[in-house]
């Protein structure tokens, strides 16, 4: 417990040097939360069950242990959420192994800590030659000075995993928020081939003449012969349906009333 208060505390000390805030640990929020409740609750049952059969806590301790593992693994976006999976899940796998914690006697006397405090008990047992996987009992010493204790290799990763997400979480930015003064770069539209293909035809095409010849080019004027006239020279002055004769006729028709004299009844 000392060891994890001090990794804690060294998280957040690493945190606000970094100029983070604590509040930034909610964003995004953690996944299943009502797990650490169904852990706590195991735990409640042990310890009142453990009146009425020993083991029983040490199985359900166990349990808790799996369940925040569990809780653990699915937030493990977060840096550091693996180890306090992998520690979680090896302190309940020892417990489940030899139906406690096993300590090691010597590793207490090396940290400066009182083995009768650590005797035999519903969590915790002492290492000998029957012990299961002892190595990831209680047999990393650690010299607190106020309280000396020997912890387990799973509660190293914890330790260092609970640091590792407070120092990170607390400088982690909200999902979404942009850099300020930063502006999103504008996306070029591609122009379309057929624009393209159009564009090239009309330039292709720019400056002929109509299809019934009565426009013509530069070019064309250009490569006119001197002294002959030009297409749009000898171009007929009206191109409607009327010969020259039959204009003339009209002509004279519309003539001969005008001047003709009126006949009034």
């Given at each position: 417990?000392?060891?994890?208060?001090?990794?804690?505390?060294?998280?957040?000390?690493?945190?606000?040097?970094?100029?983070?805030?604590?509040?930034?640990?909610?964003?995004?929020?953690?996944?299943?939360?009502?797990?650490?409740?169904?852990?706590?609750?195991m735990y409640?049952?042990?310890?009142?069950?453990?009146?009425?059969?020993?083991?029983?806590?040490?199985?359900?301790?166990?349990?808790?242990?799996?369940?925040?593992?569990?809780?653990?693994?699915?937030?493990?976006?977060?840096?550091g959420?693996?180890?306090?999976?992998?520690?979680?899940?090896?302190?309940?796998?020892?417990?489940?192994?030899?139906?406690?914690?096993?300590?090691?006697?010597?590793?207490?006397?090396?940290?400066?800590?009182?083995?009768?405090?650590?005797?035999?008990?519903?969590?915790?047992?002492?290492?000998?030659?029957?012990?299961?996987?002892?190595?990831l009992g209680?047999?990393?010493?650690?010299?607190?000075?106020?309280?000396?204790?020997?912890?387990?290799?799973?509660?190293?990763?914890?330790?260092?995993?609970?640091?590792?997400?407070?120092?990170?979480?607390?400088?982690?930015?909200?999902?979404?928020?942009?850099?300020?003064?930063?502006?999103?770069?504008?996306?070029?539209?591609?122009r379309?081939?057929?624009?393209?293909?159009?564009?090239?035809?009309?330039?292709?095409?720019?400056?002929?003449?109509?299809?019934?010849?009565?426009?013509?080019?530069?070019?064309?004027?250009?490569?006119?012969?001197?002294?002959e006239?030009?297409?749009?020279?000898?171009?007929?002055?009206?191109?409607?349906?009327?010969?020259?004769?039959?204009?003339a006729?009209?002509?004279?028709?519309?003539?001969?009333?005008?001047?003709?004299?009126?006949?009034?009844?």
């Open positions: 417990m000392v060891l994890l208060l001090l990794a804690l505390a060294a998280g957040t000390a690493v945190g606000y040097a970094r100029r983070g805030r604590l509040r930034r640990l909610a964003s995004p929020a953690p996944e299943r939360n009502r797990l650490i409740l169904t852990a706590l609750g409640v049952v042990g310890v009142i069950g453990s009146w009425a059969w020993e083991p029983l806590l040490a199985l359900l301790t166990a349990g808790c242990w799996l369940v925040l593992s569990f809780y653990a693994w699915l937030n493990r976006r977060r840096d959420a693996r180890l306090i999976a992998a520690g979680l899940a090896a302190n309940a796998l020892v417990i489940l192994l030899n139906g406690a914690m096993p300590v090691d006697r010597s590793a207490q006397l090396r940290a400066g800590a009182e083995p009768a405090e650590h005797s035999a008990t519903a969590r915790t047992t002492e290492v000998d030659d029957d012990t299961l996987a002892p190595w209680k047999v990393v010493p650690v010299a607190f000075p106020l309280r000396p204790e020997a912890v387990s290799p799973g509660d190293v990763a914890v330790a260092a995993g609970a640091a590792a997400v407070v120092g990170t979480g607390m400088t982690r930015r909200r999902p979404g928020a942009e850099r300020r003064g930063a502006t999103p770069a504008r996306r070029t539209r591609p379309p081939a057929a624009d393209e293909n159009s564009g090239a035809a009309d330039d292709e095409t720019a400056g002929t003449h109509d299809t019934d010849g009565t426009h013509d080019t530069d070019e064309t004027r250009d490569s006119t012969p001197a002294g006239p030009s297409r749009r020279d000898t171009a007929p002055l009206d191109a409607g349906p009327e010969s020259a004769a039959d204009r006729t009209m002509t004279a028709d519309a003539e001969s009333e005008r001047t003709s004299p009126r006949v009034t009844a």
